[in-house]
């Protein structure tokens, strides 16, 4: 049974850090693209960042490039993402991802996490 597990949500001030951790087991990922997705109140699930399993490739979302970075850490089977400068615009809940393909359409991920909620205050 394919399990991700996000920690490292919580509170931060603007221009402050968070780094989220997401747990993956129950299958090899190889060849799998990992990814962050966030959801504010109100709005539709958008992308954030994604990672290629195998080769550690990235992509971000204009919205955060220059201020997140995605990696992973293949000998914990653990994807991170290290959020800084963060905004009051960064506040949803943050749900990790994968699929076996390399995309930002969320609908093309098979598994997903149960999310961890991001609050930056201004």
């Known amino acids: 049974q394919v399990q991700l597990v996000e920690s490292g949500g919580g509170w931060a001030q603007a221009g402050g850090s968070l780094r989220l951790s997401c747990a993956a087991s129950?299958?090899?990922?190889?060849?799998?693209?990992m990814g962050w997705f966030r959801q504010a109140p109100g709005k539709v699930r958008e992308f954030v960042a994604r990672?290629?399993?195998?080769?550690?490739?990235?992509y971000y979302a204009d919205s955060v490039k220059g201020r997140f970075t995605i990696s992973r850490d293949n000998a914990k089977n653990t994807v991170y993402l290290q959020m800084n400068s963060l905004k009051p615009e960064d506040t949803a809940v943050y749900y990790c991802?994968?699929?076996?393909?390399?995309?930002?359409?969320?609908?093309?991920?098979?598994?997903w996490g149960q999310g961890t909620q991001v609050t930056v205050s201004s």
């Open positions: 129950g299958r090899t990922f190889s060849g799998y693209t």
């Open positions: 991802a994968a699929g076996p393909v390399t995309t930002s359409v969320a609908e093309r991920y098979n598994y």
């Open positions: 990672i290629s399993w195998s080769f550690g490739s990235t």
